[in-house]
C-alpha cells in the first residue's frame, strides 16, 4: 500500500484489489463508463456479477504476471489499473496495460502515478518484458503520457470503436524492457 497526495490535495491510498472488493469495482466501472467515450465500454455495460468477478480478482492475484491496482479516497475506488498477462509460455512476458480514473480525478498526477506503479511491479515481477496498451487515436493526453512513460505506437486499428454514429480508429502502444 502506498498513499499518493495528488495535486488538489487529497491524499488517495493505492493498493492491489482483493476479492471482496469485487462489486465496488462493477459499481466504480458502471458509473466511469458513462463518463467519458474513451473506454471501451460505456455506462453500467459492466456486466460481471460480483461472485463471477471475486473469482477474477482472485486469479489475477494468483498469477506473478497480472495485477489490478486500486486507488481509494476513504471507502470510493478512484481510480483501476491492470496488467493483465496470459498464463501461456509463449506469450506470458507481455502484459496488457489497462487504465481508468473517475473524471472527478483527472488532472491530478494520478494516471501517470498508477503507470508508474504498474511500469515498477512489471519490471520487477521476473517474467514481464513487454506492456501493450490500446487507447483512441483521439485521446491526446492519454497517449502524450504513455510517450512520457517510455511507450511507443506500433500500429492502429482504423475504425475500431463505433459511438454515437461516429467510427474512431484505436492506437496500439508498446513498452518494452
Same mark, same amino acid.
Given at each position: 500500500?502506498?498513499?499518493?497526495?495528488?495535486?488538489?490535495?487529497?491524499?488517495?491510498?493505492?493498493?492491489?484489489?482483493?476479492?471482496?472488493?469485487?462489486?465496488?469495482?462493477?459499481?466504480?466501472?458502471?458509473?466511469?463508463?458513462?463518463?467519458?467515450?474513451?473506454?471501451?465500454?460505456?455506462?453500467?455495460?459492466?456486466?460481471?456479477?460480483?461472485?463471477? $468477478? !471475486?473469482? $477474477?480478482?482472485?486469479?489475477?492475484?494468483?498469477?506473478?504476471?497480472?495485477?489490478?491496482?486500486?486507488?481509494?479516497?476513504?471507502?470510493?475506488?478512484? =481510480? &483501476?489499473?491492470?496488467?493483465? =498477462?496470459?498464463?501461456?509460455?509463449?506469450?506470458?512476458?507481455?502484459?496488457?496495460?489497462?487504465?481508468?480514473?473517475?473524471?472527478?480525478? *483527472?488532472?491530478?498526477?494520478?494516471? !501517470?502515478?498508477?503507470?508508474? !506503479?504498474? &511500469?515498477?511491479?512489471?519490471?520487477?515481477?521476473? *517474467?514481464?518484458?513487454? &506492456? =501493450?496498451?490500446?487507447?483512441?487515436?483521439?485521446?491526446?493526453?492519454?497517449?502524450?503520457?504513455?510517450?512520457?512513460?517510455?511507450?511507443?505506437?506500433?500500429?492502429?486499428?482504423?475504425?475500431?470503436?463505433?459511438?454515437?454514429?461516429?467510427? $474512431?480508429?484505436?492506437?496500439?502502444?508498446?513498452?518494452?524492457?
Amino acid at each position: 500500500m502506498k498513499n499518493y497526495v495528488m495535486k488538489n490535495g487529497d491524499k488517495a491510498l493505492i493498493r492491489e484489489a482483493v476479492p471482496a472488493d469485487a462489486q465496488i469495482i462493477i459499481d466504480f466501472y458502471n458509473v466511469v463508463g458513462g463518463e467519458t467515450d474513451f473506454l471501451s465500454f460505456g455506462g453500467n455495460e459492466f456486466t460481471r456479477n460480483a461472485d463471477e $468477478y !471475486e473469482t $477474477y480478482i482472485e486469479s489475477m492475484a494468483s498469477e506473478e504476471n497480472s495485477i489490478m491496482l486500486l486507488a481509494t479516497l476513504g471507502d470510493a475506488i478512484i =481510480s &483501476i489499473a491492470t496488467i493483465n =498477462s496470459s498464463q501461456k509460455a509463449r506469450s506470458k512476458h507481455n502484459g496488457t496495460l489497462g487504465i481508468v480514473i473517475s473524471q472527478n480525478y *483527472t488532472r491530478m498526477g494520478l494516471g !501517470e502515478k498508477m503507470m508508474v !506503479e504498474l &511500469i515498477d511491479w512489471a519490471k520487477h515481477n521476473g *517474467t514481464t518484458k513487454r &506492456i =501493450s496498451l490500446v487507447t483512441r487515436e483521439d485521446n491526446h493526453r492519454a497517449i502524450a503520457l504513455y510517450k512520457k512513460l517510455g511507450f511507443e505506437v506500433e500500429g492502429l486499428v482504423r475504425n475500431d470503436t463505433y459511438i454515437n454514429g461516429v467510427y $474512431y480508429s484505436t492506437v496500439i502502444m508498446g513498452l518494452l524492457f
